[in-house]
């Protein structure tokens, strides 16, 4: 693990969890608030020795995990709550969990069903063209999902604005759709300290998933990547001193990252349109056009985000749909 130190700041314990097998999140990044009771900010996934290392580090900062009291869930991925069920067994007291309700689902005991496969990935794999042996890779990855957390159905949901506060810390919940539906950062006002989950990460560009279950947003005709670049903004609209994400390090100029981000999905714009203009096309036809690499098991996120580009393209009429097959045939215009 190679990240630099986080900054000192009151009341605030950065944990940075190594985690084999995902090296390119470098680390999964949990935050505990207060000196007891505390508020934890996400919970890494669960895999052995990930909660003894965690209640280690608490204590080596004076803190102690039976002191937990919330759990603060910045998106409904794995990594980011597949250990809070493990930490509520570890306390002798209720532990409430939140997070916003556009994601709830993605938590729930229902959508760890078997392998957390469902017909919507199913058809989404046929649309895009994807080969049966290509197919299976993704599904045997998304098994192994289901190791890596337990669900959570005991949970209170929040909305935009919902405010939490401790000894030493006040806490703004603020809706940055995108990465997922119900992606929230959470803004630490006093020290203006965003926690950001997967909105901003500063050694990768986070990926606008497309939403599988199209009756799960709230918001009619939501697309991921529209609704990912409203959230850069109005983050950049912010005073926003450091900002902790949830993995790799801390970031210190926003300005410049969002800069970043914004001119990255401008290029991979013009790739996806470059690549369906040669000719008429299916996602997966196109993936070795957009992507230099893509590495084993994620050619699933490489769909998706060729996917979230070409909706962007449609709407401006600048692709279109020729053949809804599947597979689905798109060409650019």
Not at 45 to 74: C, F
Not at 233 to 262: C, M, Q
């Amino acid at each position: 693990m190679n990240i630099k130190p986080f900054p000192q700041s009151e009341n605030i314990t950065p944990i940075a969890v190594p985690v084999p097998g995902l090296s390119n999140l470098i680390t999964v990044n949990l935050y505990a608030l207060g000196k007891g009771p505390i508020t934890l900010i996400d919970t890494c996934l669960k895999a052995p020795g990930i909660l003894e290392y965690v209640v280690r580090a608490l204590q080596e900062a004076g803190l102690d995990i039976g002191d937990a009291e919330r759990i603060i869930i910045t998106h409904g991925h794995m990594d980011h709550f597949g250990l809070a069920s493990a930490i509520r067994q570890a306390v002798n007291h209720p532990v409430e969990c939140f997070i916003h309700g556009e994601d709830k689902w993605q938590i729930s005991s229902e959508n760890f069903g078997k392998e957390m496969w469902s017909e919507e990935a199913n058809a989404l794999m046929a649309m895009a063209g994807m080969p049966l042996a290509e197919k299976e890779k993704v599904r045997k990855r998304f098994a192994t999902f289901r190791e890596l957390g337990d669900p959570l159905d005991e949970v209170c949901v929040f909305e935009d604005g919902r405010e939490f506060e401790g000894e030493g810390y006040r806490l703004h919940v603020i809706h940055t759709p995108g990465h997922t539906p119900g992606s929230c950062c959470i803004y630490e006002s006093e020290q203006k300290i965003l926690f950001s989950g997967d909105t901003l990460i500063k050694h990768i560009t986070p990926n606008p998933l497309v939403v599988i279950k199209r009756n799960g947003p709230r918001e009619p005709g939501y697309k991921s990547l529209k609704a990912y670049s409203r959230s850069l903004d109005r983050l950049a609209g912010l005073d926003i001193k450091y900002v902790f994400t949830g993995h790799g390090e801390y970031i210190g100029d926003l300005p410049s990252l969002i800069s970043i981000y914004k001119r990255h999905h401008r290029e991979r714009m013009v790739l996806v349109w470059n690549a369906l203009h040669k000719r008429a096309r299916t996602l997966y036809d196109v993936i070795g056009d957009v992507f230099l690499q893509v590495p084993e098991g994620d050619v699933f996120l490489a769909i998706s985000e060729i996917l979230v580009h070409l909706e962007i393209l449609i709407d401006e009429g600048k692709a279109e749909l020729v053949d809804p097959g599947p597979p689905a045939i798109y060409h650019s215009l």
